[in-house]
């Protein structure tokens, strides 16, 4: 492996040439169904490990708590395209609405009350926590006999309000939304912390969101899931008694209901790679205009930038929300793919070190190297029990069949995954410390 990686078109296509080789590898020993079902799930966490980029790469802000985005973006699929559960709104869906306007009402008087009596010491602090302890006690008595009647209706299949019932990939740009506000008001509290705060402030918050989203069962269905969202591609069944698509499969030698299965896949693949070529085309655009080099100059001395006049932490909230927008559309895209919301697959402390690991590898403050990170990660990550697998069977190949020895090694294989991760990340760092494909610095800022 090459240790500087020199940045240059001819390398850049010989690195990708290498990954997707990797992918076919797998289409031609393993299965094509499966080769893609990587690839969709690689195109996903590419989109996720950009948006990180962006807040680290530009801007040195260490975010622990992107699952958290991911699975606001997952929640806006969910509420985007499920059907309205009727019968669960009859029963409490408007005096949820009116509980939360009371939130909404308190939290405006609050802050009202707040910028109104500013410098006026404890009095300021006892009014705005009255109203807000008003507000919550009042919210509470109108939401909580509501929320009993919604989660006591048909429980074993709704339970819940349900969604809007409009088309999934509008889901994609209201997730986005939904993260960056959620972001926003995240960033106006804890951006102006050291970094190390930060990382423990974004995790907290992180786990936060996502217990609430296993706990509320009446907007989410808990740990019940939501299965059935809808796709925007067609159905395997559809396909397969379609006269068209059966005739198609015959002429091509392929079986119908394998057809139909890469068919799918593949109506998956357009839509997420449409999505990653227009935010990396935005992103490259971001990189290379006054802001992305005002960007990294605040990111490499916060200081001098600060005395030149840069707004430091208004910069950092801009990246901030921009970075976890694109984590909740890569989120939205989760869901889409798999067609269910599930809170308890968010597992903040393992996906997070995962996306990091892609940007690290990739070549933090490289767009190209962020998204070939996340191939190549979550490629060993699919593929390291394969792996694990191949590499027991060629260490025990001596031993006798009846060998309890070969018998222990061959059940303990799957576990070999985070060794595997582990020495795939310390080569890369050995032999690229600076990632595949290192942040250009020759630019002048």
């Known amino acids: 492996m090459n240790t500087t990686f020199k940045n240059s078109k001819r390398q850049l296509a010989l690195i990708f040439l290498l990954m997707f ?100 010491g404890k009095r300021q602090f006892w009014y705005v926590l009255l109203i807000v302890g008003l507000g919550y006690i009042i919210s509470r008595f109108v939401l909580d006999p509501a929320i009993l009647r919604i989660e006591a209706f048909e429980p074993s299949s709704s339970g819940y309000l349900g969604g809007a019932g409009l088309p999934i990939l509008l889901s994609w740009a209201i997730g986005g939304l939904l993260a960056a506000s959620v972001a ?61 698509f059966q005739n198609s499969s015959e002429l091509l030698g392929v079986g119908v209901i394998q057809a139909s299965g890469l068919f799918v896949k593949l109506c998956y693949t357009s839509l997420f790679l449409v999505v990653l070529l227009f935010l990396l085309w935005l992103c490259e655009r971001a990189l290379n205009s006054p802001w992305g080099r005002m960007m990294r100059a605040i990111r490499d001395n916060e200081i001098a930038a600060s005395a030149m006049g840069k707004n430091v932490t208004s910069r950092h909230l801009q990246i901030f929300v921009i970075g976890s927008a694109i984590v909740g559309i890569a989120g939205a895209m989760l869901v889409t793919l798999d067609g269910q919301f599930n809170p308890t697959i968010y597992h903040p402390l393992r996906f997070t070190f995962l996306i990091w690991v892609m940007v690290i590898v990739g070549g933090s403050g490289n767009n190209l190297g962020a998204i070939l990170g996340g191939f190549v990660v979550w490629f060993f990550w699919i593929e390291a029990e394969i792996i694990g697998n191949g590499l027991v069977y060629i260490l025990t190949f001596p031993l006798s069949e009846s060998s309890s020895l070969k018998a222990h090694f061959i059940s303990t294989a799957p576990q070999l995954r985070l060794l595997i991760m582990g020495l795939v990340l310390l080569l890369f760092l050995r032999f690229a410390p600076r990632g595949l494909i290192p942040e250009k610095t020759s630019n002048k800022l």
């Open 184 to 244: 926003f008001v995240i960033g106006k509290i804890t951006l102006g912390l050291r970094s190390d705060y930060l990382a423990i402030a974004t995790l907290g918050i992180s786990e936060i969101v996502i217990f609430i989203f296993k706990n509320e069962d009446w907007l989410t269905r808990g740990v019940k899931n939501v299965t059935g969202i809808p796709r925007p591609v067609p159905y395997e069944i559809d396909l397969q008694s379609a006269i068209w």
């Open 21 to 120: 080789g990797a992918l076919l590898i797998v289409g031609f020993f393993q299965s094509w169904n499966l080769m893609l079902a990587i690839l969709n799930l690689c195109l996903i966490s590419a989109i996720m490990s950009l948006g990180v980029n962006l807040q680290w790469g530009y801007a040195g802000l260490f975010n622990a708590g992107i699952m958290g985005f991911a699975a606001l973006g997952g929640l806006a699929a969910m509420l985007v395209a499920k059907a309205p559960v009727i019968g669960a709104w009859q029963a409490g869906g408007f005096s949820i609405l009116l509980g939360i306007f009371i939130w909404l009402i308190s939290g405006f008087i609050a802050f009202f009350l707040w910028k109104r009596l500013k410098g006026r």
